[in-house]
């Protein structure tokens, strides 16, 4: 497991939610704590929403979920009924995905498949996905290379869904947030590889609030729980003190004013803008 796959099972653990993506948040909502569980919920029905649309009720339609994480997404597609497959890198996510699709898969649906994007390949021809959807996984695939894959494994009717965020154009200043493709650069992609595009809707507003909550928390809660660690491990275990010895004050200045001034909802809104994007080919 490396250090941001501890991260996301860490924040999975500590706040007892089942998705490791953002929440979704109605313009009427305000982001907090207390509703992070079902925000998280709106975001697994959105999208589902619109692969229900792309597939209807054609439950023999092929889906994949590409970066499916722990398979949150494959799984509620299994109890759906549809034949969904989940895609991930990671070994961990792998098992961890198997084990939580593994009571609904049924006659072979739901193959947890341990491979990156670029890398996955699909021998029957005659059998290729009618759907395929990236939430929150687009931002870390190769433009042009998913497009060569797409080729491969989508059918000639099938779809492409993202769910993701991507760095708007021509914004002045330099992003304090890393992540995500240029959304001038996808859409030349979309158009260079004959695709075209049936729905494009933007939802920042619906997930920028996670910003803020994820300042909140990090700046009024974790460090200042670290924080107080801190001091008492380094006063009682004065001599034997070293697990937190690498959080110095001045580390944790730089994360508080980073996560209070710089990485928050407002840079977001600024330099990122995220999409629900459905592509097919043209």
């Known amino acids: 497991m490396d250090s941001k796959e501890f991260g996301l099972v860490a924040a999975q653990q500590l706040f007892k939610i089942e998705s490791l993506h953002y929440g979704f948040w109605e313009n009427s909502e305000t982001a ?26 054609d439950k ?19 109890q ?19 084990e939580n699709t593994a009571p609904y898969k049924n006659n072979e649906k739901g193959t947890i498949y341990e491979s990156t994007f670029e890398d996955f390949t699909i021998s029957d021809a005659t059998n290729k996905y009618q759907v395929v ?12 290379k998913s497009f060569d894959v797409l080729d491969l494994i ?6 492409v ?17 890393g992540g995500g493709h240029s959304i001038g650069k996808f859409y030349e992609a979309i158009e260079r590889n004959g695709f075209k595009i ?19 928390i990090l700046t009024d809660r974790i460090l200042p729980l670290i924080e107080t660690l801190d001091k008492f491990l380094s006063i009682r275990y004065k001599n034997t003190f070293k697990f937190f010895k ?5 580390k944790l200045k730089k994360l508080k004013f980073k996560y209070s001034t710089e990485r928050n909802q407002k840079s977001f809104d600024k330099f990122k803008t995220y999409r629900l994007i459905v592509i097919k080919k043209a």
Request: aromatic fraction near 12%; hydrophobic fraction near 40%; charged fraction near 25%.
């Open 32 to 57: 907090s704590i207390g509703g992070i569980v079902k925000a998280g919920e709106k975001h697994t029905s959105f999208l589902c929403e619109y692969i229900k649309e792309a597939v209807g009720d």
């Open 246 to 250: 690498f959080l110095s004050k001045k």
């Open 80 to 98: 759906m009924g549809y034949y969904a497959d989940g895609l991930v890198p990671s070994n961990w996510m792998a098992k961890m995905a198997q």
């Open 133 to 144: 959807f990236f939430s929150e996984s687009y931002q870390y695939v190769d433009i042009q």
């Open 154 to 159: 989508l059918s000639n009717t099938g779809a």
């Open 60 to 78: 023999t339609a092929k889906i994949l979920d590409a970066g499916c994480g722990t398979g949150v997404v494959t799984k509620k597609l299994l």
């Open 198 to 216: 049936y729905k494009d809707l933007d939802v920042t507003s619906n997930l920028s609030p996670n910003l803020r909550l994820v300042s909140e």
């Open 161 to 177: 869904i993202i769910f993701d965020f991507f760095k708007r154009d021509g914004v002045e200043g330099k992003s304090p947030l």
